[in-house]
């Protein structure tokens, strides 16, 4: 009879969810029929939203509302939807650069405007709640694909001060609807790791904190246990990358100032997948996670979490490099050591649509056991040989597209001279880039002919990786490209 009781305890929660659990599978394997296409990538912009708002305004489902203008007189919505008791607040983009959760709020809208096998749940969500959607509050940002608004303030630390009008209207429309639950909707690093499980932290979670004790209260703790149902839900499709961002209090912080004001709330960040560049898939996550989170709160099913499954998750930590070669051969003064060898991967500012450029830098070298590579490469047996400079200094942009870099790579050459205005070609190229010898992964540009590369921090990497004096490999930018012979 003990046992049995025990054994109810703890299949209660599970049963209770079982609703939420069959809706995201539902979502996950019908998602294409919702996401909304003409958002495919971050660098989305004010003017790729406006006529999807355009087209809610002519939907009966949707109340669309102008709340104001940013600093440079772009407008931010209200979009509500539903007639429910219980109101949730969701707001994306405060930072400008981070529009993962702006293009799942996209498909959410597309998702309430279908008529198919799922409307019972869909009604339900509509009768029980009433949803409030603030899509990219930071447009300006937006535009130029940066953090922080145009005035160089990070929105996410003037809620204090309000100085920016966009988060004067965050705050005054949070102020206005006075919600039960809140939607803070953020991207972070990609290199975070879930604690130190070596994987990487594809959403992490976070219930505020409302004071510096971290105290727990009602409120806090019903975010809690919301965040507990879509862990649950969510590590079904990416198990092990779920982990909890750090609960310090930020009183200058909207999610921390709107606990602190009553309002449940749950911060969503989303990082890094292996090979979503894009975020497309953590995108369809978001949207899974949300709706998930509407239907438990319209159930009140989360009521039914314990509080361990929230807390039991693993911080963010930072245990990631973007590319991990280890055990490396190097020789050095005379003598051959092995050498683990990391390089991170960082985009160079480009507000153009998918068309912007990577560099690679080496980050740490030596020991580094204890760190795992989103990409790694165990370089046992492999010896790292400097390339050549080419002999001559290329001129003119005509010059260095006429280059043929494969044949240079095959002939032994990593460096290529070339006049100090064409340096910034520096860099490798997505591959839809047309310029630049259609190369996608040119050699490195230096400026003098007589460069020599240098195995430490912060250089461009630029190497060859050789097995019993043949060429195998070669590591250029962030990029391990194998040679044929
Ligand atoms: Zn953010």
């Known amino acids: 009879m003990k046992f049995l009781y025990f054994l109810l305890l703890?299949?209660?929660p599970v049963i209770g969810m079982s609703q939420e659990i069959s809706f995201a599978r539902n979502l996950y394997n019908v998602y294409e029929s919702y996401r909304?296409?003409?958002?495919?990538?971050?660098?989305?912009?004010?003017?790729n939203i406006l006529p999807l708002i355009e087209k809610l305004r002519h939907n009966s489902k949707f109340v669309v509302h102008k709340l104001g203008e940013s600093v440079e007189k772009r407008e931010l919505f209200l979009i509500k939807l539903g007639t429910g008791k219980t109101k949730i607040f969701l707001w994306s983009q405060m930072h400008g650069d981070e529009a993962t959760a702006t293009m799942a709020l996209f498909d959410i809208f597309n998702f309430f405007s279908a008529n198919d096998f799922l409307n019972e749940t869909r009604e339900k969500i509509l009768r029980e709640t009433t949803l409030y959607f603030l899509p990219m509050v930071n447009p300006d940002g937006a535009e130029v694909f940066q953090r922080r608004n145009i005035f160089e303030i990070d929105l996410n630390r003037d809620a204090s001060r309000l100085v920016s009008p966009e988060a004067v209207i965050l705050m005054n429309t949070f102020d206005s609807l006075n919600a039960d639950f809140g939607f803070n909707l953020h991207d972070q690093n990609t290199r975070y790791s879930v604690g130190?499980?070596?994987?990487?932290?594809?959403?992490?979670?976070?219930?505020p904190a409302f004071n510096d004790k971290k105290e727990m209260n009602e409120k806090r703790e019903r975010a809690v246990k919301l965040i507990g149902i879509m862990i649950e839900v969510l590590q079904q499709f990416i198990p092990g990358h779920i982990a909890k961002y750090s609960d310090d209090y930020e009183p200058r912080a909207f999610g921390d100032t709107f606990q602190k004001k009553g309002t449940s709330i749950i911060l969503i960040e989303s990082g890094g997948w292996k090979d979503d560049t894009e975020k497309q898939f953590i995108r369809k996550i978001n949207f899974i996670g949300m709706l998930t989170a509407f239907l438990s709160i319209a159930d009140k099913t989360y009521m039914e979490i314990p509080a361990d499954n929230y807390e039991s998750i693993p911080m963010n930590d930072n245990h990631l490099f973007d590319l991990l070669l280890k055990n490396v051969s190097v020789e050095m003064k005379g003598r051959s050591i092995p050498l683990d060898i990391a390089i991170n991967i960082n985009e160079q500012k480009s507000d153009s649509e998918k068309k912007f450029t990577t560099l690679g830098t080496i980050e740490d070298i030596g020991d580094l056991s204890g760190f795992n590579g989103i990409e790694e490469m165990?370089?046992?047996?492999?010896?790292?040989?400097?390339?050549?400079v080419y002999p001559k200094k290329i001129e003119t942009n005509n010059e260095l597209a006429a280059i043929n870099f494969q044949k240079l790579i095959d002939e032994g050459i990593l460096f290529l001279p070339v006049e100090k205005e064409l340096l910034s070609y520096n860099r490798q190229h997505d591959s839809s880039e047309g310029s630049f010898g259609q190369s996608k992964f040119p050699i490195r540009l230096v400026e003098a002919t007589g460069f020599h590369f240098q195995l430490k921090i912060g250089e461009q990497p630029?190497?060859?990786?050789?097995?019993?004096?043949?060429?195998?490999?070669?590591v250029l930018n962030g990029s391990v490209i194998g040679l044929k012979r």
Request: proline share 4%.
């Open 10 to 12: 703890t299949l209660l």
């Open 378 to 388: 165990d370089c046992t047996g492999l010896t790292l040989k400097d390339g050549k």
């Open 196 to 207: 130190r499980n070596y994987k990487q932290a594809t959403i992490s979670f976070l219930a």
């Open 36 to 47: 909304e296409p003409s958002l495919n990538c971050r660098r989305i912009k004010h003017g």
């Open 462 to 474: 630029a190497f060859y990786l050789f097995k019993n004096d043949i060429p195998k490999y070669v």
